[in-house]
């Protein structure tokens, strides 16, 4: 039986530049792509004409599409032999689920290999000029999600602000607007309500914003900016540097177009 390859890619932040070649390459061999909804379309479009792309976030029709589903129509590729590309915003094993898609197809029998992609929360970071780890001021840097897992545990959010501060170390939290208000709560039991934090939304796209508060205003100052989903709170003094330089836009079209 002729078994295909399935290669889970990281598409990156958003802009078509910040791809690696590794996934550039990895694209144009494909023959089957499965595109999550932050993948951009210019992203897509550098896939070979003939090959048979499926979305399975949300422009995909429904809400989005049952995990078990994606993994069924992935390991179903595979065995009819294509060359399966999952494109997966940011880095595949950065939040959005690369960990247990590799678990599934090894244990269907495939060897999966995977592609780096840039973070959002490095994209973000860097769009704004914060250098996350500047000796100055943080000792290191804790990814964490303002999402957990439905009907799992949360993340301890005083302790994190605890060790945070003792540590020093930037928080960067991804999937964390929408519980501003919490989040903000929460961190404040353990670091001052002057720690700065900026809130960039659409990291690397053209249609990039952000916001700069300090903790004690973050989710006052979300709503009143209007940033929402997808963002990046960057919380810390490194946040402070960012007057220095902020990235130039790459120009260009939107490259986020809901089908
Ligand atoms: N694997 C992805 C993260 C998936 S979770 C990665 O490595 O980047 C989805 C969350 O990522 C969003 O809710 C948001 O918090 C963040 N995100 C993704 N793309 C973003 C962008 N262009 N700008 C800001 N945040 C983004």
């Known amino acids: 039986m002729k078994r295909g390859k399935v290669t889970l890619v ?20 494909a023959t089957v792509l499965l595109v999550d909804d932050l ?9 070979n004409p003939g090959a048979r792309v499926v979305y399975v976030g949300k422009r995909g029709g429904c809400k989005s599409t049952p995990q078990a589903f994606i993994q069924k129509l992935m390991i179903a590729a595979a065995r009819d032999g294509d060359t ?3 494109l997966k915003g940011g880095d595949p094993f950065i939040f959005g689920r690369g960990g247990e898609e590799v678990e599934d197809l090894r244990a269907a029998g495939f060897d999966v290999t995977v592609v780096n992609g840039i973070t959002a929360g490095l994209a973000a970071a860097t769009a704004l000029g914060i250098p996350l780890t500047h000796r100055e001021h943080a000792h290191g840097v804790v990814f964490v999600t303002g999402h957990a897992k439905p009907g799992g545990r949360g ?17 960067v939290i991804y999937m964390g607007v929408s519980s501003a208000q919490y989040l903000q709560d929460e961190l404040s039991s353990g ?17 990039q914003r952000h916001v700069t508060t300090e903790l004690g205003q973050l989710a006052k100052a979300i709503a009143r900016e209007h940033i929402s989903s997808p963002a990046i709170i960057v919380v810390g003094e490194v946040t402070r540097a960012l007057a220095l330089a902020a ?6 079209s939107p490259c986020r177009v809901s089908m």
């Not at 001052?192 to 053209?206: E, H, K, R």
């Open 247 to 252: 990235q130039p836009q790459a120009p260009g």
């Open 191 to 207: 670091l001052p309500a002057s720690t700065p934090v900026a809130v960039i939304q659409n990291a690397s796209l053209p249609e």
């Open 39 to 47: 993948v951009s379309d210019e992203i897509v479009a550098l896939a």
């Open 84 to 86: 399966v590309v999952r």
């Open 10 to 29: 990281g598409a990156g932040p958003g802009d078509p530049e910040l791809l690696t070649v590794k996934a550039v390459k990895a694209i144009q061999a």
């Open 155 to 171: 993340t301890d959010w005083r302790a994190l602000a605890a060790t945070a501060r003792d540590a020093r170390l930037t928080l």
